[in-house]
C-alpha cells in the first residue's frame, strides 16, 4: 500500500488489502467486546475484572484459605515471599485495597498463618507448609525450571567445584588482555 500506484493491478492490490485490513480491524472489535462481556465485573464491584494469570481460582477467598489452596497445589513448604506472589497471580484481591503492596500481603501471610495451627506448619523462618504433611512435604524438591537459564554446554561442563575454578581461570580466553 505504500508504494505509488501506478497500473490498474496496484490500485486492485491496494483495494483488496484496504479491505483486509477493514475485516482484520472489524474481527479485533468483535474479540474485544466479547471479551468485555465474558470479564465484566459483578454490578455490586468497582474492580475491574481481568485475566486470571494463574491457573489456581483465589478470588473472593480469605487470606489463609487461599495458602492453603496454593499450598496444596505445589506441593512443598514456601516462603511468604513466594506465596504471596502465587496468591495474588490467583486473583486473590485484599477486601480493603484495590491494590496492595507485594510487603504488604507479606506480613498479612506471616501474621495469620501461625493463628491456624490446625492447617499451617512452620517449616522454617516465614516458611510454611500444610500441617497435614507432617515433618515431610508430598515433593521433597522443587520441581525444576522448564528453562535452563544457567546450563551451558561449554567446555567446563564436566568439571565440578574447585576443578571447575581452576580451568576456568587458566583458560586464555578468560584472561585479562
Not at 505509488?4 to 493491478?9: C, G, H, S, Y
Not at 512443598?76 to 496492595?100: C, E, F, Q, T
Not at 520441581?143 to 567446555?155: A, C, D, M, Q, V
Request: aromatic content about 6%.
Amino acid at each position: 500500500m505504500a508504494r505509488p500506484k501506478a497500473t490498474v493491478r496496484d490500485a486492485e492490490e491496494a483495494a483488496e488489502a484496504a479491505k483486509a485490513l477493514a475485516e482484520l480491524m472489524r474481527g479485533e472489535e468483535r474479540a474485544l467486546r466479547l471479551l468485555r462481556v465474558s470479564t465484566a465485573p459483578d454490578p455490586g464491584t468497582s474492580r475491574r475484572a481481568g485475566p486470571r494469570r494463574s491457573g489456581l481460582p483465589l478470588e473472593g477467598l480469605s487470606l489463609h484459605e487461599a495458602a492453603r489452596r496454593v499450598l496444596e497445589h505445589c506441593g512443598w513448604p514456601m516462603h511468604v515471599r513466594d506465596l504471596g506472589v502465587r496468591i495474588k497471580s490467583g486473583g486473590w484481591r485484599h477486601p480493603r485495597s484495590a491494590n496492595p503492596r507485594p510487603d504488604q500481603i507479606q506480613y498479612q501471610l506471616a501474621a495469620r498463618l501461625p493463628r491456624h495451627p490446625e492447617i499451617f506448619k512452620k517449616f522454617g523462618p516465614n516458611t510454611f507448609g500444610l500441617a497435614e504433611w507432617g515433618d515431610s512435604p508430598p515433593r521433597t524438591e522443587r520441581p525444576k525450571p522448564r528453562l535452563g537459564i544457567f546450563s551451558s554446554s561449554g567446555p567446563f561442563e564436566h568439571l565440578e567445584g574447585d576443578e571447575l575454578m581452576e580451568a576456568y581461570f587458566e583458560d586464555e580466553s578468560n584472561q585479562w588482555s
